[in-house]
Nanobody, 128 residues
Framework: QVQLVESGGGLVQAGGSLRLSCEASGRTSSRHAMGWFRQAPEKEREFVAATSQGSVVTYYADSVKGRFTISRDNAKNTVYLQMNSLKPEDTAVYYC?????????????????????WGQGTQVTVSS
């Protein structure tokens, strides 16, 4: 089992920045793919970003590409999401995820069904 705990959410003005952290505990491994999803009120959960096993490849949703950066520190069992140039439409609960299995390609990493482990989420609110 892997436990994921997100932190770093909050209220920020449009154009501002936040860095989310996700600390993993339990049977963690650098071989886990790690990702971030978000869900806004009355909307479906959507993919944000992911990093492959070993951090070889990263993937981003088009809506955040160029503004968000995913990274991981395997020594700390932590994955980060640096969010810059935030927009009101980025307002959502952000969830950290981890996957044990092998994944290949954007479609796999962007699918919620790929991930076995989910954090409880952290709220990000961007005011206009």
């Amino acid at each position: 089992q892997v436990q994921l705990v997100e932190s770093g959410g909050g209220l920020v003005q449009a154009g501002g920045s936040l860095r989310l952290s996700c600390e993993a505990s339990g049977r963690t491994s650098s071989r886990h793919a790690m990702g971030w999803f978000r869900q806004a009120p009355e909307k479906e959960r959507e993919f944000v970003a992911a990093t492959s096993q070993g951090s070889v490849v990263t993937y981003y949703a088009d809506s955040v590409k160029g503004r968000f950066t995913i990274s991981r520190d395997n020594a700390k069992n932590t994955v980060y999401l640096q969010m810059n140039s935030l927009k009101p439409e980025d307002t959502a609960v952000y969830y950290c995820t981890a996957a044990r299995g092998v994944c290949s390609g954007y479609g796999c990493y962007a699918a919620g069904s790929t991930y076995e482990y989910w954090g409880q989420g952290t709220q990000v609110t961007v005011s206009s």
